[in-house]
């Protein structure tokens, strides 16, 4: 027997009374009881429309361990208050929460409750701390919202949408000392794949041609010659380094082993790198041994700031489904490259088939570098060519 049962009797002995008696109270009583049934029905099918819950935060995107302060705000609409109202949400099992009226954690999952109190008409909120552990994309899409119902053992339960995304950046590994200044391609010479202008010394000026930027025009010489002048700046050289991650896949069925620790040690060298760059103001690439929307690997252009900076840390943070390319094959594009270019490879296996591909990079007179990340620490191998090609190993 359900909660419906025991009103609909009561209804129908009040109103089989008062058919005997003619009494109106009965009547009114009796269909009172019989009117409560409906009445939830039809408050549980419509109380979504005036439920809304938001949920903001003091930060969108920020490394392992930092707390964020969430508010979360619900919104009642209607003519009724909502008194012992929770709100049921699932997060990550890395993620901590404190402030929560009730934690708990099962499956990998952490599921916290939070009680509120709406008056008609009115909005509560309630702060809470989420701390995340682990690199990742925090989401959440809708919570469950459970209600005081108007028969007991019936509690009104619905789903709410919500849309929160808290992006966690991958902790940088620590780097062994790098001089990548060692590593640079052979010769000095400038060619047209690198050479570059300096923006910082201004050799002098020359007549405007077409194309040339407004922003590099001379205005005071302009002024002075009453015709167009352009700035002419210094010219250097800067390497463009070729970062390459080897990302293993998920499992091998073959070695019958997981590889997560692996890669999650591969992207935080990568987010290291990443930062080394960013302080030095290095360009690099990256090419990753991932497939991208039908693409053989993943690669983003050279670049250098705080843009591209980020760009790959969102990449990093975001890398979790992914199928894997060799990386012999990776390497195999890198050997036709026309430019001399540093590469930079991050590993956490180095067999004899990776030791063949970088053989046949040194051949063709590239700079290799590797930082091997099969252990807690990277490792930094830097490879040079001898005047009868063959390889040696430098010690960093």
Known sequence: MNAKQPFQLIGFILLFGALLSGSGFLWIFGG??????????????????????????????VMPGTPVQVTVRLHNR??????????????????????????????????????????????????????PHKRGVVWLTDVECETIPL?????????????????VYPTPLPLPPLAFDETEPEGSSLSRQRQQEDMTFLRGVRPYFPGDRIKNIHWKATAKTNTLQTRLFEHTARSNWRVVGH?????????????????????????????????????YELFLTVKQRGRELYHLPAGSGKSHHLYVMTQLAQ?????????????????????????????????????????????????????????EQAALRRYETTAIQRRRAVSP
């Open 32 to 61: 009172l009881f019989l009117f409560l049934p409906a009445a939830q029905e039809w408050w549980q099918t419509r109380i979504g429309r005036w439920l809304k819950v938001d949920w903001t935060a003091d930060q969108s995107r």
């Open 78 to 131: 209607s003519w009724l208050p909502l008194p012992a109202t929770w709100l049921r949400i699932t997060l990550p099992d890395h993620v901590t929460v404190t402030g929560a009226a009730e934690s708990s954690q099962s499956n990998q999952r952490t599921y916290i409750r939070l009680r509120f109190d709406v008056p008609a008409r009115k909005t509560a909120a309630l702060t809470l701390d989420l701390t």
């Open 151 to 167: 028969f007991l053992g019936e509690p009104s339960t619905l789903t709410l949408p919500l849309s929160f995304s808290l992006l």
């Open 247 to 283: 990302i293993l896949p998920s499992y091998e069925p073959s070695l019958q082993r997981h590889n997560h620790d692996e890669n999650e040690r591969t992207i935080s060298c990568m987010a290291a790198i990443s930062v080394y760059c960013r302080r030095h103001s290095l360009s």
């Open 319 to 375: 890398l979790h489904h992914y199928f894997t390319t060799p990386l012999t094959s990776l390497l195999r594009r890198l050997e036709d490259s026309s430019s001399k270019d540093a590469i930079l490879l991050i590993t956490p296996r180095l067999d004899e088939h990776v030791q063949a591909s970088i053989d046949r990079l040194l051949r063709r007179g590239h700079r290799v570098a590797v930082l091997d990340v099969s252990g």
